[in-house]
């Protein structure tokens, strides 16, 4: 009989190539000890001390994306794999990361320089040499032109690189989640929360007919503790005679044992769908287990033939990083249905090429000599044009400085720019030079409700926390020139200020944010660094330097 643990034996020598049995032990498979020798590393860092996926001795752990990266599409397209996430109010939006390895991830660039309104999970395909995201825009108080509270658009493009066309509007609205696939019958169509179906023209830039009723989910016990049925992300795929739906249930925040992954199947792209007999494929059965509410799959054929998942989950009590971006491996039995390999996902798994890849990724310091919005920074919750208000360059002595023209009355109405984050311990600071009438600073922001930070208007240091100026009046010097830190260690908050960069005073509060998350607010985001201007006039930011600390 083939067990777990055989299975990703052979994962780690070479393709899988066996038809997995009924029954599969529910022991980690990694924890066996022929499988421990094999694994003498558990962490690996990048330039910056951010933590990293691939080990680099043919192992990984995950994330193999730390922070916010939810509601993975991934798309295969030869020996390339394609992944972009929900980019929610972020300006530009859509992330197009790129991977030969599925563990080591480059950023591309952004396919949505002006979203129209807040973007939620995507669906990347490819069709007849052509590229094409499906996206739900959510109303926005900034999105003016959008017809309902949740509307379907596609770009597409003839290169993953873009350039990327204007949105075009499919006109189906109140749903989210499309999942896009070629029938049988070469026609293609898209799979829509809840779950509905719509067929697409051969273009993919329009629907035909009617929006309909496709799929009514796998039910879980009402005993089990969820957030709320939820039956959502769609995405479909075809292996030999079959296509496969895999969608989510339980809820995508709430309890740990929320969100989980279902899958049915059919001989056609338009059902029947039957149930997989073993559903849930996976489900975070306790809140001791590493990673929570994990779902939102797409299964994908890695680079030596084995087959796996790409979902997101919460890091076990860091629901502040948001839900981060997982792989786990898996087989198919002797029915043609797939079952999930990883077992403890907290510990190291082969890579599915067999080696250490390229790393990607980017780094998060900035000297401010080139822009990096889109990548290194985005604005959040931003109406199209707002990158004019932001100007990178270098000044008269050479040095690198961000010019961010002032807005709003601070941090909630002034579309900060933020970054992703994924390390449990970090320090960033920045240099804060503000004119006449402008307020700016330095922030950990989640969102417009929820930030914490410091701000300078060159009389007085505003101290936010809960998003909003507290009640404590820090003594820093009325100066219009500061040099700001923030440490952020495993959730405990301290700030720090100097004039001159070297001698350093703590800030007199510190904090504990582990409610900075969507638990507390009920919005799906992370908390990560971010710069303001507010008021009138400008705020110059040189010298961004971000450290994890392990």
Not at 332 to 341: H, K, Q, T
Not at 352 to 374: E, I, K, L, Q, V
Not at 399 to 426: F, N
Not at 507 to 522: F, I, K, L, M, P
Request: proline share 7%; net charge neutral; charged share 20%.
């Amino acid at each position: 009989m083939v067990t777990r643990r055989s299975a990703l034996e052979s994962l780690a020598a070479g393709p899988l190539g066996v038809a997995m049995g009924a029954a599969l032990p529910a022991v980690p498979v990694l924890a066996a000890p022929s499988m421990t020798k094999l694994r003498p590393a558990t962490r690996a860092t990048g330039p910056e001390g951010e933590r990293r996926a691939d080990l680099g001795n043919g192992w990984y752990r995950n994330p193999i994306m730390p922070g916010d990266y939810a509601d993975p599409a991934i798309l295969k397209d030869g020996e390339d794999y394609y992944m972009t996430h929900s980019s929610f109010d972020a300006a530009p939006g859509l992330i197009i990361w790129h991977s030969r390895d599925l563990v080591n991830w480059r950023p591309v660039g952004p396919a949505l320089e002006k979203p129209l309104g807040t973007v939620f999970a995507v669906d990347i395909a490819k069709h007849n040499g052509r590229y094409y995201i499906y996206i739900p825009f959510m109303k926005a108080p900034w999105a003016k032109d959008l017809h309902s509270f949740a509307n379907i658009y596609v770009i597409h493009a003839d290169s993953m690189a873009g350039p990327w066309s204007d949105p075009v509007d499919l006109k189906i609205y109140g749903l989210i989640d499309p999942g896009h696939v070629v029938g049988e019958d070469g026609k293609r169509y898209l799979y829509l929360s809840g779950v509905n179906r719509v067929a697409l023209a051969d273009d993919g830039l329009s629907t035909i007919g009617p929006v309909e009723p496709a799929y009514d989910g796998w039910h879980y016990p009402d005993e089990w503790v969820t957030e709320g049925y939820s039956l959502e992300g769609p995405k479909l795929f075809r292996r030999g005679e079959w296509f496969y739906l895999v969608s989510a249930v339980g809820g995508t925040a709430g309890p740990a044992t929320s969100h989980m992954v279902i899958i049915a199947r059919s001989k056609s792209a338009k059902g029947p769908w039957v149930n997989c007999p073993h559903n849930p494929i996976v489900r975070t059965h306790s809140d001791k287990e590493a990673w929570w509410s994990r779902g939102h799959a797409t299964m994908i054929e890695g680079p030596k033939g084995a087959w796996y998942m790409v979902y997101h989950g919460y890091e076990k009590d860091y629901r502040s990083l948001g839900r981060q971006t997982l792989l786990e491996p898996l087989a198919w039995d002797a029915d043609g249905w797939p079952r999930a390999l990883g077992g403890d996902l907290s510990l190291a798994m082969p890579m599915p090429t067999g080696r250490a890849g390229a790393h990607g990724g980017f780094t998060r310091s900035d000297d401010f000599t080139r822009p990096a919005f889109g990548t290194r920074w985005s604005f959040y919750g931003a109406a199209p044009g707002e990158q004019r208000r932001a100007k990178v360059g270098a000044n008269s002595s050479g040095q690198g400085v961000l010019t961010l023209e002032a807005k709003g009355t601070g941090p909630a109405d002034c579309s900060p720019l933020t970054q992703t984050v994924g390390d449990h311990a970090y320090e960033i600071s920045v240099i804060v030079d503000v004119a006449p009438g402008a307020q700016g600073g330095l922030l950990l922001f989640y969102d417009d409700r929820l930030f914490l930070g410091m701000g300078i208007d060159g009389q007085s240091m505003i101290s936010w926390r809960g998003g909003r100026a507290s009640y404590w009046q820090e003594p820093a010097p009325k100066v219009s020139k500061l040099h700001l830190k923030i440490v952020n260690d495993r959730q405990i908050v301290t700030f720090y200020y100097s004039v001159d960069g070297k001698n350093w005073t703590r800030h007199g509060v510190r904090s504990e944010v582990s409610g900075y998350q969507a638990n507390t607010v009920d919005d799906l985001s992370s908390l990560r660094p971010a710069l303001y201007a507010s008021g009138k006039g400008a705020v110059r930011f040189t010298d961004y330097r971000f450290r994890a600390m392990g």
